[in-house]
């Protein structure tokens, strides 16, 4: 067996048209156009692709991208004040903020200041609480990604044997709760998992984000199993995944690539959400 | 083997003895007795006797109970805007709405309606998303009495398999992030699972709550498991819980009854969260 090799970049293109698309009926209708803020703290270098493609992205589709940079040392409560200016300006439609940020500044400090309705990355609390509850509004970007991904495939969710390998506040458990509102069974292993292979081997849905290369081998796929690698390494010999591709490739029905697979889908979803907030700021004023 | 039974009541007694020294104690500081109200539509047979339940627990640790009752007819927005008068006085301290509601009332938007500070269920999406991110705060009562039994028997969490047999916003869900966030290894089981056995069999620790009388036999449990029972089924013979108890406890390690396991420490917990509703409100003021 050959698995299907998911194209990250064909889909997201695909996607990225009809946002495109959207945005210029609604830049027509509104008089306005769809602007972000980025809140960076410090200089860390891997944000700097990242920031870089997505800043690419919103340009392809018609969203403008600022960027508010702050030095590493500044104090947390500046950059607060900060986030709350840009939550009562009514020209930024969205705020995101680039994580990680330096040690002095508390994550989930900043996720609960940004304006809910302004909170493209789906992190603030009231956010959080939605998508868990199954009243899914705007959705963490990586989860999204992986929802759209089994969705565009037509990979049945329901009653799916479904094991998320990372149980982060980020990704694995917000996706745990997208799949378990679809009705999968889903388990959620992670670094203190005893038996992997036992969870893994048996996974109808299998999705990684452990950032371990090779931690996925043939071994721990079930075979004709969907695979989804949302695990991003940087190694001497370029950009890997968690999953050993060159064989899981012969066992698995379907595979997403890294890179190329569902990195650009979590662009994608950025912009979906952009595009949610900015509606919601045309509604309210 | 013969599994330790809990004694769901006897480890109530305790905890409320504390909670009434510490209601005690507050009360003496602040002048005020603490005073919640729930919010009652129509008149479902099931919940007069959980209701009473509560208020006698009330009553011994002090805490003032009142009732806001209405007919099943009601329409919606004459119950939300009572609940929204709730939320502005200062002499109620705590919310609660008891649930099943009628048809016409939408149990997501009454749970958004009341304000988060005195939301004694935890089931705002604020509170939710708390749980659900690790910065727990007020914890849905069910899932936070797991909790409690599993700590206070000191069943270790980290690494353990954990099976959940339930995947609503109530229960299993937040249960499945409380046990996340301690680095247990969670599965989350339902009515679309395909081979229930084969995750609890596996099971270090398990919890159901199915509401399906004997769904898990003694084929279904782990040999020296703790298995935690959450259903409540009222049956000819009496209330009875999912787990088969007469077989069970002999392959069990560990083993909740019902009735008398995890009924009582429900409430308990109930009256934590009303004590944490009541000192954020005297902060408040």
Redesign the interface.
Known sequence: MTATIFNGRAVATLLQHAIADEITTLQHNNHTTPAITTVIVGDDPASHLYLKLRDTACQQVGIHSHHRSFPATTPEKDILNEIKQLNDDPTVHGILIQYPLPPHCRP?TF?RTVNPDKDVEGF???????T????EFLVPCTPLAVLTILTSEKIPL??A?TVIVN?S?VV???L??LL?NR????????I???DLK??TS?ADILITGSGVPNLITADHVKPGASVIDVGIVQTPKGITGDVAFDTVQHKAGFLTPVPGGVGPLTITMALTNMVKTYKLSMEQH
């Open positions: 989930q996720m603030h609390p009231i956010n959080l609480g939605r868990f509850s199954g009243d329901k009653g044997d149980h506040t694995g458990k917000p745990a709760a378990l009705d999968a069974t889903v388990s959620v292993c992670h203190f998992t005893k036992r969870y048996n």
